[in-house]
């Protein structure tokens, strides 16, 4: 099973090339009925199977059971749209087995990722010297970032250094912010300070109350506060600049999470919404979702990495090799920071590692499809993608206003629009989002806004067109 087998290769590239030319994704059905046990049953014991029926069962059976998030008629969730020349690249990832963890084993790759990491932090407004690494998705993003969040503050200068022994630090967070925060604050052993919103957004002065309020009660000291770049529900993008001058005045880590939203910092329109996000120590951006990238990948950024690092490296003898910028025959020593920007430390520095970035290893170099993509295609295509999908939200706004039967429930900032069927239950919303993804119409499933049922959609694939949002009001009537 080591040799090179060109007709499985044959096989596998042959499917690979029929998916990478579906014109449009359909959308597909999923596996809700599904019972997939009498397919599997035995197929794994030990002997093994031909390659061509294994093949076979996922191309007919189990590729089929998906609704497919990459295609223009997904509109629920955060949907995907990869660009064709990154997922061809995420298969060179695939085949070179690469391990992007250090800078000794994968120096060119680490190089090509930071290249990305400091486009994407020069764009967010961040010091040259920021940076970080790529993770699996926003969840783990947020975990990693809020975990050093919560260190620095432990460490001897920090907020909680003088705090009681067992007192549990706080983290401020709206109900807005993404569910993936409130499970990393209670993985960290940290409680969260809800803070009220003002219309749904992190404002200055609803921070400075709950804040103020903090000092008073019982609970543990404040150590960071999250605002959000584009709120998954709604698409709203917090006071970035109120909240973060609050938060750095009284000493406290500003964490952005701009997982959905932050492809928009492409868009120099969008960007004017972000103001003051410039101010985070650590950023969660996700390419996987508004920057075209398949699955996994997530930015990380941080201010000042050196803070960092002092979190998560983790020290084993075995692993100290990584700890020495590596020096080839003849070659002076390279040690590669951000690839765009400082790549060549003094003697004596040390190299960057992207496993000191995160709470990970082993890492697969996620950032590289991304990496390929925008180095083929340019970032004024980034751009136009991005905006091609804020001006459809825009337009679609509009429909929904004059198409008599629904009802915009709040102007979109994004991508994201909430609108209800004037009339429907909830009842309604579920049994026309299951007859319209029958329909092959489009994937909306209802949410929940204000305590009210409503509709949701989330536009990103920049060939959702009007006509398709048509479909789905004309489908409401
Ligand atoms: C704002 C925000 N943060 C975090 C996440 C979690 O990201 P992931 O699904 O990549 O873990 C999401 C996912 O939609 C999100 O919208």
């Given at each position: 099973m080591f040799v090179y087998d060109e007709r499985t290769t044959d096989l596998v590239l042959s499917y690979c090339r029929e998916r990478l030319a579906l014109d449009p994704v359909p959308l597909d059905y999923g596996g809700y009925e599904a019972d997939f046990s009498d397919l599997l049953e035995g197929l794994i014991g030990p002997g093994g199977n031909d390659p061509q029926k294994v093949l076979d069962l996922f191309t007919e059976h189990l590729s089929t059971a998906v609704v497919s998030i990459d295609s223009p008629r997904f509109l629920s969730f955060i949907p995907a749209a990869p660009t064709k020349d990154a997922l061809l690249f995420d298969m060179v990832v695939s085949s070179s087995s690469l391990n992007g963890a250090s800078w000794l084993l994968a120096a060119g790759l680490v190089a090509a990722e930071n290249q990305v990491l400091s486009l994407l932090a020069e764009l967010a407004g961040l010091p040259p010297e920021a940076g970080g690494t790529f993770v699996s998705g926003g969840s783990a993003a947020n975990l990693s970032a809020l975990l050093v969040a919560r260190d620095t503050a432990y460490a001897a200068d920090g907020p909680m250094a003088s705090a009681e022994h067992g007192t549990r630090p706080r983290v401020a967070v709206t109900g807005e912010a993404h569910s993936s925060v409130t499970k990393a604050i209670h993985v960290l052993g940290a409680d969260p300070l809800v803070v009220p919103t003002v219309d749904h957004r992190l404002t200055a002065s609803s921070l400075t109350a709950a804040l103020d309020g903090a000092e008073t009660d019982a609970g543990g000291p404040?150590?960071?506060?999250?605002?959000?770049?584009?709120?998954?529900?709604?698409?709203?993008?917090?006071?970035?600049?109120?909240?973060?001058?609050?938060?750095?005045?009284?000493?406290?880590?500003?964490?952005?999470?701009?997982?959905?939203?932050?492809?928009?910092?492409?868009?120099?329109?969008?960007?004017?919404?972000?103001?003051?996000?410039?101010?985070?120590?650590?950023?969660?951006?996700?390419?996987?979702?508004?920057?075209?990238?398949?699955?996994?990948?997530?930015?990380?950024?941080?201010?000042?990495?050196?803070?960092?690092?002092?979190?998560?490296?983790?020290?084993?003898?075995?692993?100290?090799?990584?700890?020495?910028?590596?020096?080839?025959?003849?070659?002076?020593?390279?040690?590669?920071?951000?690839?765009?920007?400082?790549?060549?430390?003094?003697?004596?520095?040390?190299?960057?590692?992207?496993?000191?970035?995160?709470?990970?290893?082993?890492?697969?170099?996620?950032?590289?499809?991304?990496?390929?993509?925008?180095?083929?295609?340019?970032?004024?295509?980034?751009?136009?993608?991005?905006?091609?999908?804020?001006?459809?939200?825009?337009?679609?706004?509009?429909?929904?206003?004059?198409?008599?039967?629904?009802?915009?429930?709040?102007?979109?900032?994004?991508?994201?629009?909430?609108?209800?069927?004037?009339?429907?239950?909830?009842?309604?919303?579920?049994?026309?989002?299951?007859?319209?993804?029958?329909?092959?119409?489009?994937?909306?499933?209802?949410?929940?806004?204000?305590?009210?049922?409503?509709?949701?959609?989330?536009?990103?694939?920049?060939?959702?067109?009007?006509?398709?949002?048509?479909?789905?009001?004309?489908?409401?009537?």
């Open positions: 404040v150590v960071a506060v999250v605002a959000t770049g584009g709120t998954t529900n709604a698409g709203i993008v917090d006071d970035l600049n109120g909240s973060g001058a609050v938060a750095h005045q009284r000493g406290m880590w500003f964490h952005v999470d701009a997982a959905y939203g932050g492809g928009a910092l492409f868009s120099p329109a969008a960007r004017t919404r972000f103001a003051g996000i410039e101010q985070a120590d650590s950023l969660v951006i996700d390419p996987h979702k508004w920057l075209f990238a398949p699955y996994d990948c997530a930015a990380l950024l941080y201010r000042d990495p050196s803070l960092a690092k002092a979190v998560h490296t983790q020290d084993a003898a075995y692993l100290s090799a990584f700890r020495s910028a590596p020096r080839a025959p003849g070659r002076p020593p390279v040690g590669g920071r951000r690839g765009g920007r400082r790549d060549e430390p003094g003697l004596g520095e040390e190299p960057w590692n992207p496993t000191d970035y995160a709470f990970q290893l082993s890492r697969r170099s996620r950032g590289l499809p991304l990496w390929f993509s925008l180095a083929v295609h340019g970032t004024d295509a980034y751009r136009n993608a991005v905006e091609t999908a804020i001006a459809t939200a825009r337009d679609a706004t509009e429909l929904i206003k004059t198409t008599p039967h629904t009802e915009l429930v709040r102007e979109p900032e994004l991508s994201i629009l909430l609108f209800r069927r004037r009339g429907w239950t909830r009842g309604d919303y579920e049994r026309w989002s299951s007859r319209i993804l029958s329909d092959q119409i489009a994937l909306c499933v209802p949410t929940t806004w204000e305590g009210e049922p409503v509709a949701r959609l989330a536009l990103l694939h920049p060939e959702t067109t009007l006509a398709i949002v048509q479909q789905v009001l004309a489908s409401m009537a």
